[in-house]
């Protein structure tokens, strides 16, 4: 057969070089890559066959071989599962740009030590490519199910590799390590050595549903021995709680989720009765850093009567708790099920309803019980877990019940709405909150000037969902939720002392000027007004109560949508210099022409103390420019 040899893309290379060069530190971690992608490949046609009888494939003893030969110093991990074909092969072993190369290459940078990084290998889907730490030349002999012809791979993890057509490859997929020498000093085993295989199988692939067969080695005279399963094949989920240690739980949740750490929890449920089913999820401790891509993988393992089904159900959560891995075993769905039926069977919306509240419960544990765990919870998925209160009206009160924001009352110790409201001052009708991109920035914002000086306590919201939730869900516990840039606010009944009358007369007073902007920046605003939220700044720009925020329109601009501008309110400070200055100004000058563009510095600077941008920056810089030079 004709063997033709290719590059390996750029970014594999370099990913092949950091990995023969010892940057990982646990070299051990080859050999549970290897057997979790035989896993899956066993996997993978079992559901095949069950979807299509007519496959040629022979699935009677579906199972995982590890051969060792210590003559030739290689080791063999063997399955007889799915296969893979020539162009499969070239596509998903020669390149990896799939797999999120990139960021796994940037990722490994900033890992902060070995531990960490070994853990990036099955994170990114990179499984493969780790028998390179222990190897110096790997090969792989594989064939598709169904298919007559098979495909060999070859490589020494240098620049380039060869595929060849075989025509004698057996069903599924065999990858032999050439290993390198033995070097204890970089945590280098003895792989050729039997005790160090059963004890890495055993620490790491113990619980994989298929045998995981060593074939040991002949002694003389004795014949060819019978190969020898080394994994206990339990389903942890199927074990009563005494039964299973939490070092076992840990290795199924870091074979499910390809995390190196711990998970920050572990839930187990057991429904019986009309609908039986077992789930085992885990609440992992950092967030994936893919999180927020369109591409995230999400949902758990799903299992009938321990037949796995599929990898990735999306039915059994919803999509705010996306980060959740598992496994639920059900015990009366079809077993050739699919997921355009699994959006539409009871049952498991029953299931989701049910995992869905046992989460949510576990972080209300947290938030009771646990200060430090649910302060972890919440950095690492609050984010995530606040998109719950826009798309999950039935669970919102259990959301709400266990979030939690920064707020003015303190820099670092973030608040729930049920603190908030307990510290609320006497005359407090409303929970104010202020969004935006950073706490600096919106801590300094205009807007605040009031509720800082009557210390009122305000949420402080920049994360992007918070423009959505705050309008879905309104109020809590009869208070409403008020944004302090949004609306008219009279603060008198809110720490204040009562100033209508004067303000009264302010706006009487004020009123030619104000109308006279309005006509100026007709354009932009639609309503100049004297501001009872500032102390400090001359100007601040609101929104009107039932406006959409700039913020929020952005957001459905970027989604493709067509929204309205819409134009805002101009609030001036009539306590400020320059304010004054300006209406006595107007008062004195019939012509005007240069206090238009007093007007409209004005409005550009309100628009820029809240993070936005003149409608014209080179028109406000040049008038900006032409005041300081008359000022020189």
């Given at each position: 057969m004709t063997t033709e040899t290719f590059e390996f893309?750029?970014?594999a290379r370099q990913l092949l070089q950091l990995m023969i060069h010892s940057v990982y530190s646990n070299k051990d971690v080859f050999l549970r890559e290897l057997v979790s992608n035989a896993s899956d490949a066993l996997d993978k046609l079992r559901l095949e066959k069950l979807r299509d009888d007519s496959l040629d494939a022979d699935v009677s003893d579906l199972h995982i071989e590890l051969d060792i030969d210590k003559e030739a110093?290689?080791?063999?991990v063997r399955d007889n599962g799915i296969g893979m074909s020539y162009d499969e092969v070239g596509r998903l072993i020669g390149t990896i740009a799939r797999s999120g190369t990139a960021a796994f290459l940037e990722e490994l940078k900033e890992a902060k030590d070995a531990a960490g990084a070994e853990g990036l290998i099955g994170q990114f889907g990179v499984g493969f490519y780790s028998g390179f730490m222990a190897a110096d030349e790997v090969t792989l002999v594989t064939r598709r199910a169904g298919e007559r012809q098979g495909t060999r791979w070859t490589s020494r993890g240098e620049a380039t590799y060869t595929l060849e057509r075989v025509d004698d490859a057996p069903q599924g997929t065999s990858v032999t390590l050439h290993l390198k020498p033995a070097d204890p000093e970089n945590q280098l085993h003895d792989y050729t050595a039997e005790w160090t295989i059963r004890e890495i199988v055993?620490?790491?692939?113990?619980?994989?549903?298929?045998?995981?067969?060593?074939?040991?080695?002949?002694?003389?005279?004795?014949?060819?021995?019978?190969?020898e399963t080394l994994n206990s094949m339990k389903a942890l989920w199927a074990r009563s709680r005494d039964e299973v240690s939490d070092d076992e739980y840990h290795e199924l949740y870091k074979h499910i989720s390809h995390d190196w750490r711990e998970p920050l929890e572990t839930i187990r449920l057991q429904a019986e009765g009309t609908f039986e089913y077992q789930a085992l999820l885990f609440v992992p401790s950092h967030a994936p850093h893919d999180l927020f891509t369109r591409d995230f993988k999400r949902g758990v393992q799903l299992y009938v009567k321990r037949v796995f089904i599929m990898d990735d159900c999306e039915a059994l959560l919803p999509p705010y708790l996306r980060f959740v891995k598992g496994v639920v075993d059900a015990q009366d769905l079809s077993l050739n099920v699919s997921r355009e039926i699994l959006q539409q069977d009871r049952h498991i919306r029953m299931m989701q309803r049910r995992l869905t509240k046992k989460v949510l419960s576990t972080v209300k544990e947290f938030l009771a019980k646990d200060a430090d765990r649910y302060r972890t919870f919440w950095r690492e998925f609050g984010t995530a877990l606040k998109e719950g209160l826009v798309t999950d009206s039935e669970n919102r009160g259990a959301i709400l019940a266990v979030s939690s924001f920064a707020t003015t009352h303190s820099d670092d110790e973030p608040t729930t709405l049920a603190q908030y409201v307990e510290r609320m001052k006497d005359g407090q009708d409303d929970i104010w909150f202020i969004t935006g991109e950073s706490r600096q920035s919106i801590e300094n914002s205009p807007h605040m000037e009031a509720f800082r000086d009557k210390g009122i306590e305000v949420l402080l919201l920049t994360d992007a969902v918070d423009e959505v939730w705050v309008d879905a869900v309104g109020e809590y516990e009869g208070k409403k939720l008020r944004s302090v840039t949004k609306g008219e606010i009279d603060l008198d009944g809110e720490g204040g002392e009562k100033t209508g009358e004067e303000r009264e007369k302010q706006a009487e007073e004020y009123a030619g000027l104000l109308g006279w902007m309005r006509e100026q920046l007709d354009e932009d605003i639609k309503e100049v007004r004297l501001s009872t939220r500032l102390t400090v700044s001359p100007a601040c720009v609101v929104s009107d109560a039932h406006d959409l925020t700039p913020a929020l329109e952005n957001m459905y601009r970027a989604m493709g949508q067509e929204v309205p501008r819409t134009k805002r309110i101009l609030e001036l400070n009539p306590g400020h210099p320059l304010v004054k200055g300006l209406h006595e100004a107007y008062r004195a000058s019939e012509d005007r022409a240069e206090l238009t563009e007093s007007a409209e510095l004005l409005h550009a600077l309100a628009v820029l103390a809240e993070g936005g941008q003149p409608k014209d920056p080179a028109r406000f810089v040049r008038l900006v420019a032409d005041r300081l030079e008359r000022t020189l």
């Amino acid at each position: 057969m004709t063997t033709e040899t290719f590059e390996f893309q750029v970014e594999a290379r370099q990913l092949l070089q950091l990995m023969i060069h010892s940057v990982y530190s646990n070299k051990d971690v080859f050999l549970r890559e290897l057997v979790s992608n035989a896993s899956d490949a066993l996997d993978k046609l079992r559901l095949e066959k069950l979807r299509d009888d007519s496959l040629d494939a022979d699935v009677s003893d579906l199972h995982i071989e590890l051969d060792i030969d210590k003559e030739a110093r290689t080791l063999t991990v063997r399955d007889n599962g799915i296969g893979m074909s020539y162009d499969e092969v070239g596509r998903l072993i020669g390149t990896i740009a799939r797999s999120g190369t990139a960021a796994f290459l940037e990722e490994l940078k900033e890992a902060k030590d070995a531990a960490g990084a070994e853990g990036l290998i099955g994170q990114f889907g990179v499984g493969f490519y780790s028998g390179f730490m222990a190897a110096d030349e790997v090969t792989l002999v594989t064939r598709r199910a169904g298919e007559r012809q098979g495909t060999r791979w070859t490589s020494r993890g240098e620049a380039t590799y060869t595929l060849e057509r075989v025509d004698d490859a057996p069903q599924g997929t065999s990858v032999t390590l050439h290993l390198k020498p033995a070097d204890p000093e970089n945590q280098l085993h003895d792989y050729t050595a039997e005790w160090t295989i059963r004890e890495i199988v055993k620490r790491y692939s113990d619980f994989i549903t298929w045998p995981i067969r060593l074939v040991p080695e002949a002694k003389e005279g004795e014949g060819t021995p019978e190969p020898e399963t080394l994994n206990s094949m339990k389903a942890l989920w199927a074990r009563s709680r005494d039964e299973v240690s939490d070092d076992e739980y840990h290795e199924l949740y870091k074979h499910i989720s390809h995390d190196w750490r711990e998970p920050l929890e572990t839930i187990r449920l057991q429904a019986e009765g009309t609908f039986e089913y077992q789930a085992l999820l885990f609440v992992p401790s950092h967030a994936p850093h893919d999180l927020f891509t369109r591409d995230f993988k999400r949902g758990v393992q799903l299992y009938v009567k321990r037949v796995f089904i599929m990898d990735d159900c999306e039915a059994l959560l919803p999509p705010y708790l996306r980060f959740v891995k598992g496994v639920v075993d059900a015990q009366d769905l079809s077993l050739n099920v699919s997921r355009e039926i699994l959006q539409q069977d009871r049952h498991i919306r029953m299931m989701q309803r049910r995992l869905t509240k046992k989460v949510l419960s576990t972080v209300k544990e947290f938030l009771a019980k646990d200060a430090d765990r649910y302060r972890t919870f919440w950095r690492e998925f609050g984010t995530a877990l606040k998109e719950g209160l826009v798309t999950d009206s039935e669970n919102r009160g259990a959301i709400l019940a266990v979030s939690s924001f920064a707020t003015t009352h303190s820099d670092d110790e973030p608040t729930t709405l049920a603190q908030y409201v307990e510290r609320m001052k006497d005359g407090q009708d409303d929970i104010w909150f202020i969004t935006g991109e950073s706490r600096q920035s919106i801590e300094n914002s205009p807007h605040m000037e009031a509720f800082r000086d009557k210390g009122i306590e305000v949420l402080l919201l920049t994360d992007a969902v918070d423009e959505v939730w705050v309008d879905a869900v309104g109020e809590y516990e009869g208070k409403k939720l008020r944004s302090v840039t949004k609306g008219e606010i009279d603060l008198d009944g809110e720490g204040g002392e009562k100033t209508g009358e004067e303000r009264e007369k302010q706006a009487e007073e004020y009123a030619g000027l104000l109308g006279w902007m309005r006509e100026q920046l007709d354009e932009d605003i639609k309503e100049v007004r004297l501001s009872t939220r500032l102390t400090v700044s001359p100007a601040c720009v609101v929104s009107d109560a039932h406006d959409l925020t700039p913020a929020l329109e952005n957001m459905y601009r970027a989604m493709g949508q067509e929204v309205p501008r819409t134009k805002r309110i101009l609030e001036l400070n009539p306590g400020h210099p320059l304010v004054k200055g300006l209406h006595e100004a107007y008062r004195a000058s019939e012509d005007r022409a240069e206090l238009t563009e007093s007007a409209e510095l004005l409005h550009a600077l309100a628009v820029l103390a809240e993070g936005g941008q003149p409608k014209d920056p080179a028109r406000f810089v040049r008038l900006v420019a032409d005041r300081l030079e008359r000022t020189l």
